[in-house]
């Protein structure tokens, strides 16, 4: 049988792949039962002093009420003791879902924060819940019940409880439409890999890093999309997270300031190594570009915009059912700023970009670097007027495109001419008065920091600075190097999903281990690195299944649309 149809073998693999993958995702989606282990060493918390807000609670009896649209909450001060994690149990299951949140500071803290928080949903009839705390002496505590309930046990452990997964029709039913997901994706993938190896286009070495096999690549661009990753991982670990917290005049306000101007310039670059890589003279239609250049960007932003929804907030998403959550979805791909993917407006403004592109191609087919270069420099000094004199109480009245998206667009362009490598010196040394100006400028004033990202002419100098460092020294990185081929390759997914990574996975437990051991600075270090390898690991795989299949089948389409109009 096998030798009849060798790849009767992988196609059962895929199989067991895709219904062991569903378990796996799908196991969050199982209701749970927690019970106690032991409740020697426990702290009854109905028991216990508290304070209420927008709630009302009866210890005697256990009826708890929520303020509709409220915040409600039961406040414990001063617990002391370690504790494993707080246990709740209702007095009869829940008739809808209740979410259950905890809040937690250390002894002599008295910020409670995201930081030190965890939330689950008690699903509609299921009775308890569990969230585990970090081990060290508490010193309040803030118990989130979003709806009304009578409350049987609510506690403190000192030990683990245990859970038992439970499964009901629906959850049978979501784990059989996940099933059924996940094996069409894979089979697709298997098929389009399949096809490549016919084709003699399969590498394994090409599944983790670049395989130039042609020898035209420019390896030193390859180091400036890893550093444009590195950036806007290091922009969304610090600039919204943990700098809200250091004030000035406090300890690592400083270093926090330094580590966020290196970090400003991310957008800057990956708009110019766009224009970079696009505006490059092609003989290509203008049909033919929008076709492959859709796929190679809409595509992916699609399959990854659908992993966030499905996998990283389908509550928020899809609580209301199916056909609403996916209204939502829609909306929020119009308008480019989903609330849970706040870069993606950076995608939808490089798709503006690719919109003009095969325009701009032609522009600069009948203009001279040095023509170009008086360009750019008009729209920077423009650009500088708008941006800067309102902190000087004026307004410029002039406004131009080239001073904006599009100027960048363009720089990435003339960076890798013949005109702009006789400055290369020069701009390296702008990139470094643009990234001092960027820093002084933060340090001296927090609100200040949208003078100083994006399209900001200090972005400009910063871009050109990095362009031409790596350009000007390419006999260093101009050669081949496994892993900066490696990010280099899933640059593009890297960005997409990092923020999902830093959301759902890195930053909680990040926040733990600094709030519990501190060297703060330590774990910044840290969670950009983590994030980073986890950011490719998952960029490998989702690119490899669900993007590749997505790929497979737009391909397809195109081809016969491109035959029926041949």
Same mark, same amino acid.
């Given at each position: 049988?096998?030798?009849?149809?060798?790849?009767?073998?992988?196609?059962?693999?895929?199989?067991?792949?895709?219904?062991?993958?569903?378990?796996?995702?799908?196991?969050?989606?199982?209701?749970?039962?927690?019970?106690?282990?032991?409740?020697?060493g426990a702290l009854d918390l109905k028991n216990t002093a508290f304070e209420l807000n927008d709630s009302s609670f009866d210890p005697s009896t256990g009826e708890y009420t929520a303020v509709p649209e409220g915040d409600p909450y039961i406040l414990y001060n001063g617990i002391g003791g370690g504790y494993k994690g707080v246990y709740l149990n209702l007095a009869s299951?829940?008739?809808?879902?209740?979410?259950?949140?905890?809040?937690?500071?250390?002894?002599?803290?008295?910020?409670?924060?995201?930081?030190?928080?965890?939330?689950?949903?008690?699903?509609?009839?299921?009775?308890?819940?569990?969230?585990?705390?970090?081990?060290?002496?508490?010193?309040?505590?803030?118990?989130?019940?979003?709806?009304?309930?009578?409350?049987?046990?609510?506690?403190?452990?000192?030990?683990?409880?245990?859970?038992?997964?439970?499964?009901?029709?629906?959850? !049978?039913?979501? %784990?059989?439409?996940?099933?059924?997901?996940?094996?069409?994706?894979?089979?697709?993938?298997?098929?389009?890999?399949?096809?490549?190896?016919?084709?003699?286009?399969?590498?394994?070495?090409?599944?983790?890093?670049?395989?130039?096999?042609?020898?035209?690549?420019?390896?030193?661009?390859?180091?400036?999309?890893?550093?444009?990753?590195?950036?806007?991982?290091?922009?969304?670990?610090?600039?919204?997270?943990?700098?809200?917290?250091?004030?000035?005049?406090?300890?690592?306000?400083?270093?926090?300031?330094?580590?966020?101007?290196?970090?400003?310039?991310?957008?800057?670059?990956?708009?110019?190594?766009?224009?970079?890589?696009?505006?490059?003279?092609?003989?290509?239609?203008?049909?033919?570009?929008?076709?492959?250049?859709?796929?190679?960007?809409?595509?992916?932003?699609?399959?990854?915009?659908?992993?966030?929804?499905? %996998?990283?907030?389908?509550?928020?998403?899809?609580?209301?059912?199916?056909?609403?959550?996916?209204?939502?979805?829609?909306?929020?791909?119009?308008?480019?700023?989903?609330?849970?993917?706040?870069?993606?407006?950076?995608?939808?403004?490089?798709?503006?970009?690719?919109?003009?592109?095969?325009?701009?191609?032609?522009?600069?087919?009948?203009?001279?670097?040095?023509?170009?270069?008086?360009?750019?420099?008009?729209?920077?000094?423009?650009?500088v007027l708008v941006m800067y004199l309102p902190l000087a109480g004026m307004t410029f009245g002039i406004e131009t495109p080239i001073a904006s998206w599009i100027g960048l667009f363009l720089l990435g362009y003339y960076m890798n001419t013949d005109h702009a490598k006789k400055y290369y010196t020069l701009f390296m040394i702008l990139g470094l008065v643009g990234f001092i100006a960027s820093f002084v400028m933060i340090y001296h004033d927090p609100d200040i920091l949208y003078y100083t990202c994006n399209q900001a002419p200090n972005m400009w100098l910063v871009g050109c600075g990095v362009f031409a460092f790596f350009n000007r020294f390419k006999n260093i990185f101009g050669k081949k190097n496994i892993i900066i081929g490696?990010?280099?390759?899933?640059?593009?997914?890297?960005?997409?999903?990092?923020?999902?990574?830093?959301?759902?996975?890195?930053?909680? !437990?990040?926040?733990?281990?600094?709030?519990?051991?501190?060297?703060?600075?330590?774990?910044?270090?840290?969670?950009?690195?983590?994030?980073?390898?986890?950011?490719?690991?998952?960029?490998?795989?989702?690119?490899?299944?669900?993007?590749?299949?997505?790929?497979?089948?737009?391909?397809?389409?195109?081809?016969?649309?491109?035959?029926?109009?041949?």
């Amino acid at each position: 049988m096998n030798e009849k149809n060798p790849g009767i073998v992988k196609y059962i693999s895929v199989i067991v792949l895709a219904a062991l993958t569903s378990l796996l995702i799908g196991m969050g989606g199982f209701g749970k039962e927690y019970s106690l282990i032991s409740d020697e060493g426990a702290l009854d918390l109905k028991n216990t002093a508290f304070e209420l807000n927008d709630s009302s609670f009866d210890p005697s009896t256990g009826e708890y009420t929520a303020v509709p649209e409220g915040d409600p909450y039961i406040l414990y001060n001063g617990i002391g003791g370690g504790y494993k994690g707080v246990y709740l149990n209702l007095a009869s299951p829940a008739d809808r879902d209740i979410t259950f949140k905890v809040y937690w500071t250390a002894a002599g803290d008295e910020n409670l924060s995201e930081k030190l928080s965890e939330s689950r949903i008690i699903k509609k009839g299921y009775d308890s819940s569990f969230i585990k705390l970090s081990s060290y002496d508490l010193g309040i505590v803030r118990v989130n019940i979003s709806d009304n309930c009578v409350i049987n046990s609510l506690m403190l452990t000192s030990k683990n409880v245990r859970v038992r997964y439970l499964l009901s029709p629906d959850n !049978i039913k979501a %784990l059989i439409i996940r099933f059924i997901l996940i094996a069409a994706v894979l089979l697709t993938a298997a098929f389009a890999f399949e096809e490549e190896k016919r084709a003699g286009k399969f590498s394994v070495r090409n599944i983790f890093t670049i395989d130039d096999k042609n020898g035209n690549r420019r390896y030193e661009l390859d180091y400036v999309r890893t550093v444009a990753a590195i950036m806007v991982i290091m922009m969304h670990s610090i600039c919204d997270i943990f700098i809200p917290y250091v004030e000035k005049g406090q300890p690592g306000y400083g270093t926090f300031r330094f580590v966020l101007a290196l970090s400003l310039g991310c957008n800057a670059l990956y708009v110019m190594l766009s224009g970079c890589l696009i505006l490059r003279p092609s003989e290509e239609s203008i049909k033919d570009f929008y076709i492959k250049r859709a796929g190679r960007v809409v595509i992916p932003t699609l399959c990854y915009y659908f992993l966030y929804m499905f %996998l990283g907030y389908p509550r928020e998403m899809f609580g209301n059912g199916i056909l609403e959550g996916l209204k939502n979805c829609g909306k929020e791909l119009l308008s480019g700023r989903s609330a849970y993917m706040p870069h993606m407006w950076l995608v939808y403004t490089i798709m503006g970009l690719y919109i003009l592109a095969p325009f701009l191609r032609i522009m600069l087919r009948h203009i001279t670097e040095g023509q170009l270069f008086g360009l750019l420099i008009c729209g920077f000094v423009i650009n500088v007027l708008v941006m800067y004199l309102p902190l000087a109480g004026m307004t410029f009245g002039i406004e131009t495109p080239i001073a904006s998206w599009i100027g960048l667009f363009l720089l990435g362009y003339y960076m890798n001419t013949d005109h702009a490598k006789k400055y290369y010196t020069l701009f390296m040394i702008l990139g470094l008065v643009g990234f001092i100006a960027s820093f002084v400028m933060i340090y001296h004033d927090p609100d200040i920091l949208y003078y100083t990202c994006n399209q900001a002419p200090n972005m400009w100098l910063v871009g050109c600075g990095v362009f031409a460092f790596f350009n000007r020294f390419k006999n260093i990185f101009g050669k081949k190097n496994i892993i900066i081929g490696a990010f280099s390759k899933y640059n593009f997914s890297i960005m997409l999903v990092h923020i999902l990574l830093l959301m759902k996975l890195v930053l909680p !437990i990040g926040w733990r281990l600094e709030y519990e051991h501190g060297h703060l600075s330590l774990f910044i270090v840290l969670i950009i690195v983590v994030c980073l390898i986890l950011s490719y690991i998952c960029a490998l795989i989702y690119d490899n299944t669900a993007v590749k299949a997505a790929m497979f089948i737009y391909n397809r389409i195109t081809e016969r649309f491109l035959k029926k109009r041949d």
